[in-house]
């Protein structure tokens, strides 16, 4: 049997049509991108090319898309960056402000920076559906604040979170900051970063509607390769590199280009700049997300779909299967040649409860209960149809052995 692969949140298989525009930058043209001879500059070609597809999708200048290896480095250097060009202007405390849903790649920076006592951090909640609130956000801001760091899209759950309206909140913020100064610099203002790696298959990206000064993506969420990303920085923005031995990316992102894979992310960004065709493969995802939902929905009792399905990208649907195991469960439709997951897949091998469906307020035996089903362009009617098939009888025989039933 056809292995199925329900875990895209995970990570995407790779595009026949990006695959296709990265081979030459694999084998025939092998140049150093910042050699100034021929085999360099052809090299720099690829490059240049796939920034003007990122442009294309953030709405922005030429060099305001800086490439990295991936979202955790972006992440990361946006975070350390902000506060580097901060502490260099006026060495302070400094406060930022996220939510206790993101990512660990925002997470563990803000965590390991509190631990050196170089900054406060405040972590919003979300409400029952994972939505977090953005006068909760205004409130947190004080006058040390630097940074705003939402996710656009859980990757456990789902949910789109509403960065154009923080946005637009932090814009005004920053303006009555500025009407208090004489002097105005780079320094008086709060910055709004938001991390788009869920999002960028189905939501808006442009950044002047965002009103996000710093945009993280990552090019194996979107059928691109893995070992490369890209972040959008808005032009002024403060940020200072934390690794050293280059100028490339504008002295943002030292480093060789990874030629062949910057070339594999801008192909992958221009099929989701055919914004026709790619919302008429969305529409197709949420229709085989829905009939999954529904179909263990009429064949399994006592189950619960977790977070907000009116914001909510169409290929995810989280469920918890009340008085059965998360991995147990993953484990035995493995054995049926169906992967799922049980969150985020830089969590795997932890025991903790999610800490995205803890901040939901469930309870930490329904957290352990929950499997993440994230679909892709790839998948078909068929395989749905596949999983009502199996997990059912899955369920009935590890709710029988269960010791909460």
Known sequence: MQKIYLDHSATTPLDPQVLKKM???????????SSAHSFGQEAMKGIDWAREQLVNLFGCKFKEIIFTSGATESNNLVIQGILKAFKQNKDEKYHIITSKIEHPAVLEPCQELVKQGLIE???????????????????????????VSIMYVNNEIGTIQPIREIGKMIEKVNKQRLKEKDKVSVFDK??????????????????PYLHADLITISAHKIYGPKGVG?????????LKAITLGGHQEYNFRPGTYNVAGIVGLGAAVELINDRVANEKINQQIEKLRDKLISGL????????????MENRVPANANISFLNAEGESM???????????STGSACASGSLEPSHVLRALGIPPEICHAS???TLGKGTTGKEINKVIEVLPPI???????????
């Open 230 to 238: 890209a972040f959008y920085i808005r032009e002024n923005t403060p």
């Open 23 to 33: 081979q030459p930058y694999l084998t025939d043209v092998f140049g150093n991108a």
């Open 330 to 340: 993953l484990l035995m439709l493995d054995l049926e040649d169906i992967a799922v």
């Open 395 to 405: 369920i009935e025989r590890l709710r029988k052995m269960s010791p909460l039933k």
């Open 371 to 373: 499997l993440r089903f």
């Open 190 to 207: 709060v910055y709004f970063h938001t991390d788009a790696v869920q999002a960028v298959n189905y939501c808006k990206m442009n950044a």
């Open 121 to 147: 951090v405040t972590y919003v909640g979300v409400d029952k559906k994972g939505l977090v609130n953005v006068a909760e956000i205004k409130k947190a801001i004080k006058d040390n604040t630097i940074l």
């Open 297 to 308: 929905k009429n064949k399994i009792p006592d189950i619960k779909i977790n977070g907000d």
